[in-house]
């Protein structure tokens, strides 16, 4: 059962343009979300977060968006950078205490030059 | 800044041994998470530790036994290892209740031959 779904295995975008990661998510429970970066032979490293009160977070490149209607959530890129090629896991969780993360499969970014 | 700090980084066993991984969480940080990641899938959650008490649990083998101590530093232990265990496994930090932006470890790649 998989709660937290990312349906592109792999996303190639060009430099310089917007990449745009998607997420669905099917626990209404969950209220936290978090993007990570993944590269080969590290640990996923936090890029940026949104409560489910907001709908909307910023962090120069990096905006995540939330549509709780929907269960959505996107990671927009911009620019979109070749250091940005990596594995990208979508995670949700519950924000009341300290929770466990739910994290989707994965999106494999690559951007060509 | 001080990262999560995860030992060895690389373990070989062979089945129906034991293994111990440590963890050594961000200063301050009073959370620690353990997740196993299988080749070609996303971290699952296996156990998690608030303030030297276990939080929550997930889908860990009762082969495996974890706990936080005094420092805050965490260990996993793993008996009678299997050819499954064979993974990468992470563990993370956070700061107490407050939002859940969890910091993770470089990782520790077990293998069980």
């Known amino acids: 059962d998989q709660q937290v779904k990312q349906n592109s295995p792999s996303l190639s975008v060009q430099e310089g343009r917007i990449s745009i990661l998607n997420c669905d998510y099917t626990n209404s429970m969950f209220d936290y979300f978090l993007w990570y970066k993944k590269y080969p032979a590290e640990g996923p490293t936090f890029l940026i977060s949104i409560s489910s009160i907001k709908d909307k977070n910023e962090d120069g490149r990096f905006t995540v968006f939330l549509n709780k209607s929907a269960k959505h959530l996107s990671l927009h890129i911009v620019p979109s950078q070749p250091g940005d090629s990596a594995v990208y896991f979508c995670?949700?969780?519950?924000?009341?205490?300290?929770?466990?993360?739910?994290f989707g499969q994965g999106t494999r970014l690559t951007i060509n030059p | 800044a001080a990262g999560v700090i995860q030992s060895p980084r690389h373990l070989i066993k062979e089945k129906r041994e034991t293994a111990t991984l440590k963890c050594y969480p961000i200063?301050?940080?009073?959370?620690v998470y353990w997740y196993q990641q299988g080749p070609g899938q996303d971290p699952q959650f296996l156990i998690s530790?608030?303030?030297?008490?276990?939080?929550d649990k997930g889908s860990i083998p009762d082969r495996f036994s974890a706990q936080q101590f005094s420092d805050y530093h965490s260990e996993l232990n793993m008996s009678s290892l299997e050819l499954g265990d064979s993974a990468l496994y992470f563990c993370?930090?956070?700061?107490?209740?407050?939002?859940?932006?969890?910091?993770f470890g470089p990782g520790t790649r077990l293998t069980v031959t």
């Open positions: 530790f608030y303030e030297k008490m276990q939080s």
């Open positions: 995670a949700a969780s519950v924000i009341q205490g300290a929770q466990k993360l739910v």
């Open positions: 200063p301050r940080h009073d959370t």
């Open positions: 993370a930090s956070s700061r107490g209740m407050t939002g859940n932006e969890q910091y």
